[in-house]
């Protein structure tokens, strides 16, 4: 009778051990496929700073001061006979100017989730590829046109 129990026991200690193995050996597999998909050759591009003056009612109220990074395909890139970069900078500055927002300087929040999206896919049409990836906001700022100091012109 305890050689029965015995070997019950064993048994079922076997096939739990078979069973953790090939879910760890299967996990691991899942994971080095998901991890191959993720490690695309993808090259990080910046744009230069760009200045987008903000016109209301007629005249300068200030400028937007932005600078993105952009994540895109190495291999798509080689292919392109133009470079990327002035269509993304063309795009982000058709963007920020054409923006409902009227005055900055009372600004709460700007939503950059969606203009790193709409940016992401204006240039993506206009290449008409999928070569951008994601676009970073490396920095984006306000100043007023009175805080601009022109040096060496009178005002």
Known sequence: MVQALLAGVWAALVALGSF???AVWAAAREGKSVQAQVLKPLKEMKTDIISVPMIHQGEIQGYVLARFAWLVDEKKLKELA???????TDEAFRIIYASPITDFRHIEKYDLASLTKRLKEAVNKRLGDELVHDV?????????????????LKQ
């Open 20 to 22: 953790y193995g090939v």
């Open 82 to 88: 133009i470079d990327p970069a002035t269509i993304i």
């Open 136 to 152: 970073l906001v490396e920095s984006i700022n306000y100043v007023a046109r009175s805080e601009i100091r022109y040096k060496g």
